[in-house]
C-alpha cells in the first residue's frame, strides 16, 4: 500500500540518514498521513481520505472539500481527487443549483481584490512639489564662532 497523499499525491522521499561521523546510510522520508472523513455538501455524505495535514489545513482554508476540489486544477489533483471532484459537478448539475459549478467555487475562493499603486511621477511633478512645499525663512543664522584651541603647558 503506497504512502501517499489521496488528494495531492505527496509521498516518501529519500534521503540520508547522518550519523556523528559523517557516515550517511539510506532511509525513507515517510508523509504523515492521516485517516480524515471530509463532509460533502453537494453529495451529501462524507469522503474518508488519507491526507497530510498540510493538505487539510490547505482544505479548510479554502472552505471544505468541494470548494477545494472544484477552485483546484485538475493537473494538481490525483486520480482519486479527480474522480471526487467529477461526483461534486454531477451533484451539483443534477440538484440544479449552479450550471457550471467551476466558477462559482473560483469566486467564493478569490482573495479581495488588490488596489492598484498610483502612477509614478515625472521629475518635472517631483521638482514642482518641493518647491511648493519648501518653506522660506526669513531669519538669518548666526555666523558660527570658532573656539580658540587650548593652549598646552
Known amino acids: 500500500m503506497a504512502k501517499r497523499c489521496d488528494l495531492t499525491g505527496v509521498g516518501a522521499q529519500t534521503g540520508h540518514k547522518v550519523s556523528h561521523s559523517n557516515h550517511k546510510t539510506k532511509r525513507r522520508f515517510v508523509p504523515n498521513l492521516q485517516n480524515i472523513s471530509f463532509l460533502s455538501d453537494a453529495l451529501k455524505r462524507s469522503v474518508s481520505l488519507k491526507v497530510t495535514p498540510a493538505t487539510l489545513r490547505t482544505v479548510d482554508h479554502n472552505g471544505g472539500l468541494d470548494s477545494y476540489l472544484l477552485g483546484t486544477s485538475n493537473l494538481k489533483l490525483t486520480d482519486i481527487a479527480k474522480k471526487i471532484k467529477r461526483k461534486i459537478k454531477k451533484a451539483l448539475a443534477a440538484n440544479g443549483t449552479v450550471e457550471n459549478a467551476e466558477p462559482v467555487a473560483k469566486i467564493a475562493s478569490k482573495k479581495p481584490a488588490r488596489t492598484k499603486r498610483p ?35
Open 119 to 153: 502612477a509614478k511621477k515625472t521629475p518635472a511633478e517631483k521638482a514642482a512639489k518641493k518647491l511648493a512645499t519648501k518653506t522660506v525663512s526669513t531669519k538669518k543664522k548666526a555666523p558660527a564662532t570658532k573656539k580658540a584651541p587650548a593652549a598646552k603647558k
